[in-house]
């Protein structure tokens, strides 16, 4: 049986938006339980350094054109497990369409979104704030829905219509998953479907998680959502014109200024896992700021749920390079990262195989 969610009776949205509100309530005040994870610290500039993958050119007929652009983002997945792809053939009034409906979503009432909370982390639809507040001792300031679109579709009923552009983009996103990984597999030596069909990528697992991160009075105390990285393979993310999203490269917060109509894509840990090491996910978090709400909607693509996912056996045959990670199925892992508190890598390291 999944663990119990217990919800606070409020969002953070509607918290946010209480007449003369400025200062945050001590429980959302993180910088006092983890000093390193506070925002205050400037990010490094970096930002001009993100890598880009240009979709087109992967899934080209051009066999030089997807050569290289094979090659720039198996850079881009083992220099940063972080990079934007260009290109991607998913409309931008689409992109927008996704945003706007989730703005319609936060904006109902506490009592209609009371209609979508859930009890337990694997139920296909539920709504709350913060990360995991039965395990947590500060809240971060974050308000979620998270839906299971694949492969069974769910929605929301409300708002109208909101249901039918989830679907089409959770379509088109899964199109580009799919490119990528394909590119992926193909970069590391395999065959273009060895991941695909590994890991049963036919039934593959995709959550479509979207993000309100109200406007904060007190922006270098809270947290948005604290430095982790994501259960699956990819994570394509898509936003307002709001930053926020910072990932962690060579040590240091890069912020990301995301370009025009992009998705921004980072690794998740069964690439980790399943590359035995090679790729590492992505840890990254997300600040607050006092100015504006940050809209936000992540969609992860992960293995079957049943499928036990271990190192690719090309990738770790040899008595120099022996697996590094205990085979796991995907749905064990991710009901253990949801039912407790996201910090770093925390759940990952529970699988990693140490040798002395």
């Known amino acids: 049986m999944a663990p119990m969610i217990i919800q606070p009776s409020i969002s953070v949205k509607t918290l946010s938006e209480s007449p003369n509100l400025k200062s945050i309530p001590s429980n959302?005040?993180?910088?006092?339980?983890?000093?390193?994870?506070?925002?205050?610290?400037?990010?490094?500039?970096?930002?001009?350094?993100?890598?880009?993958?240009?979709?087109?050119?992967?899934?080209?007929?051009?066999?030089?054109?997807?050569?290289?652009?094979?090659?720039?983002?198996?850079?881009?997945?083992q220099n940063w497990g972080f990079f934007m792809v260009v290109n991607?053939?998913?409309?931008?009034?689409?992109?927008?369409?996704?945003?706007?409906?989730?703005?319609?979503?936060?904006?109902?009432?506490?009592?209609?979104?009371?209609?979508?909370?859930?009890?337990?982390?694997?139920?296909?639809?539920?709504?709350?704030?913060?990360?995991?507040?039965?395990?947590?001792?500060?809240?971060?300031?974050?308000?979620?829905?998270?839906?299971?679109?694949?492969?069974?579709?769910?929605?929301?009923?409300?708002?109208?219509?909101?249901?039918?552009?989830?679907?089409?983009?959770?379509?088109?996103?899964?199109?580009?998953?799919?490119?990528?990984?394909?590119?992926?597999?193909?970069?590391?030596?395999?065959?273009?479907?060895?991941?695909?069909?590994?890991?049963?990528?036919?039934?593959?697992?995709?959550i479509f998680i979207a993000n309100y991160y109200p406007r904060c009075p007190q922006p270098e105390l809270a947290l948005g959502i604290p430095p982790h990285s994501d259960h699956g393979l990819l994570t394509l993310i898509i936003q307002n014109q709001v930053g926020g999203l910072q990932v962690q490269h060579q040590g240091k917060w890069v912020h990301v200024n995301a370009l025009p109509n992009s998705l921004l894509v980072n690794t998740g840990d069964h690439l980790e896992i399943f590359t035995n090491g090679k790729f590492k996910s992505n840890v990254h978090r997300v600040v607050v700021n006092?100015?504006?709400?940050?809209?936000?909607?992540?969609?992860?693509?992960?293995p079957s749920l049943e499928a036990i996912v271990s190192p690719a056996s090309p990738l770790a045959q040899s008595e120099s390079n022996p697996p590094a990670y205990m085979p796991k199925k995907y749905k064990d892992y991710m009901e253990m990262q949801q039912s407790n508190q996201l910090h770093q890598k925390s759940i990952l390291e529970q699988v990693k195989i140490h040798r002395k």
């Not at 240009?54 to 030089?64: A, C, E, M, P, V």
């Not at 006092?290 to 992960?302: Q, Y």
Request: glycine share 8%; aromatic share 10%; with cysteine.
């Open 88 to 206: 991607h053939g998913i409309p931008e009034n689409l992109m927008k369409g996704v945003i706007d409906g989730t703005q319609g979503f936060f904006d109902l009432k506490e009592e209609e979104k009371k209609e979508f909370e859930g009890k337990h982390v694997l139920d296909p639809i539920r709504c709350g704030t913060s990360f995991n507040i039965s395990k947590e001792k500060v809240f971060f300031w974050r308000d979620y829905l998270k839906v299971f679109v694949h492969p069974h579709f769910h929605s929301p009923s409300k708002p109208q219509g909101y249901s039918d552009i989830m679907w089409e983009y959770c379509e088109k996103s899964r199109q580009v998953a799919k490119g990528l990984l394909d590119g992926i597999s193909e970069g590391l030596g395999l065959e273009e479907c060895y991941l695909e069909k590994a890991l049963d990528m036919n039934s593959g697992f995709q």
């Open 28 to 77: 959302y005040v993180n910088s006092a339980i983890y000093p390193s994870d506070s925002p205050t610290s400037e990010p490094h500039d970096y930002s001009n350094s993100i890598p880009t993958v240009d979709f087109s050119q992967l899934i080209s007929t051009d066999l030089h054109q997807r050569s290289e652009a094979i090659n720039s983002l198996n850079k881009a997945c």
């Open 290 to 302: 006092n100015t504006s709400p940050r809209i936000s909607v992540a969609v992860a693509h992960g």
